[in-house]
């Protein structure tokens, strides 16, 4: 199995993999296996690769939050989760994700702006 594609659900990356599958009119199983995972969506955005670019702040745009990790003493930061913007009021900004604490999608403002990595969008 691809990784964030399951039978029945999918974690954040799937859910934007399935959104731009069905986008561009192909199936998820035609999608690059190595842009499957978040980290390698913004890496591939970060170096104007092939398939993302950075964005900027608009409805459609994938918003990039990021997780902090503690590697020998250092803090890291990394590209933690995934979703799509679906609306911006002010210094509101809703997106739709894969909620892994909850095990569904769901539609929600960012809880808080300091965790916010950056913007990318699909290079169609």
């Known amino acids: 199995m691809a990784d964030g594609l399951g039978p029945d659900s999918f974690d954040c990356s799937g859910l934007v993999v399935k959104a731009a599958s069905e986008l561009l009119g192909d199936g998820a199983v035609s999608w690059d296996d190595s842009l ?40 890291r930061y990394v590209p933690g989760h995934i979703g799509i913007v679906t609306a911006v009021s002010g210094n509101q900004i809703d997106f739709i994700h894969a909620n892994p604490s909850v095990g569904y999608v769901e539609e929600r403002p960012i809880r808080t702006l300091e965790t916010l990595l950056g913007y990318i969008s699909l290079i169609l």
């Open 36 to 75: 499957r995972h978040v980290r390698d969506m913004w890496s591939d955005a970060i170096q104007a690769q092939t398939a993302f670019r950075i964005s900027q702040l608009a409805v459609g745009a994938v918003v990039v939050t990021k997780r902090q990790y503690e590697i020998r003493g250092q803090s």
